[in-house]
């Protein structure tokens, strides 16, 4: 079984700050993605790497996949009261016709 | 598009009780899936199909049955509710890209259950 760890499992930080939020694991993936909850709605998608050391930028967010495809981040610039909710990672290895999901980060960033 | 769409949102089972959680896509998506979000925990896949009339069971199957007759519709049928079932169900589809992989999932508002 592929298991995905996010770190931290809480932050709490006030806006204009600046966070980073981990999802590792032993397993290599073909493709990770990161996604963002609200409240009382379903995940939405806001990014996939497929290629170990690709960056991809998403306005104040930053996605890095790692070399080996074993771990990715997501920095936040100057944190927003709307960057709040839960975000996902997720991983597909090359032969698995599903995602295996992170526990999640939930980020609240206060005004 | 309507995207996914699933119901109903809230719904109070008691012990033992049956029903069916509904989803539709309309994106004409070959790969459905459904998931169990627990509070503050992330998403534990239950079932998944690859196309109408294929299932297969995912990480936590047990006290849950599917059924994919058509591309569009993968209700989620849960006999005997128990206590252990209260949580958020989410169901989701999948497109293949060009080289045969699937890949961005795009999930329904979701359906709250309570088993008492």
């Known amino acids: 079984t592929q298991l995905l760890e996010q770190s931290p499992q809480f932050l709490s930080i006030q806006e204009g700050e600046n966070l980073t939020v981990y999802c590792n694991s032993s397993?290599?993936?073909?493709?990770l993605q990161w996604y963002r909850q609200e409240p009382g709605e379903g995940p939405v998608l806001l990014v996939t790497v497929v290629t170990g050391g690709e960056v991809k930028k998403l306005k104040r967010l930053t996605f890095q996949f790692g070399d080996a495809r074993k771990d990715s981040s997501l920095h936040i610039t100057a944190a927003q009261p709307g960057d709040t909710g839960l975000y996902l990672c997720a991983g597909k290895s090359g032969s698995a016709r599903q995602l295996t999901f992170g526990s999640g980060t939930q980020l609240t960033v206060l005004p | 598009n309507a995207g996914v769409t699933q119901t109903p949102k809230f719904r109070i089972l008691k012990i033992g009780q049956s029903m069916t959680l509904q989803c539709t896509q309309d994106?004409?998506?070959?790969?459905m899936y459904w998931y169990r979000q627990d509070p503050g925990m992330g998403l534990k896949l239950i079932y998944y199909s690859v196309g109408a009339g294929i299932t297969d069971k995912g990480e936590v199957p047990n006290g849950y049955n599917v059924s994919r007759s058509t591309t569009e519709d993968f209700p989620l049928r849960l006999e005997l509710a128990a206590p252990s079932q209260t949580s958020v169900y989410f169901c989701?589809?999948?497109?293949?890209?060009?080289?045969?992989?699937?890949?961005?999932?795009?999930f329904g508002p979701g359906t709250r259950l309570t088993v008492t």
């Open positions: 989701a589809s999948s497109y293949l890209n060009s080289r045969g992989e699937s890949y961005e999932q795009y």
């Open positions: 397993s290599v993936f073909s493709s």
């Open positions: 994106m004409n998506h070959n790969y």
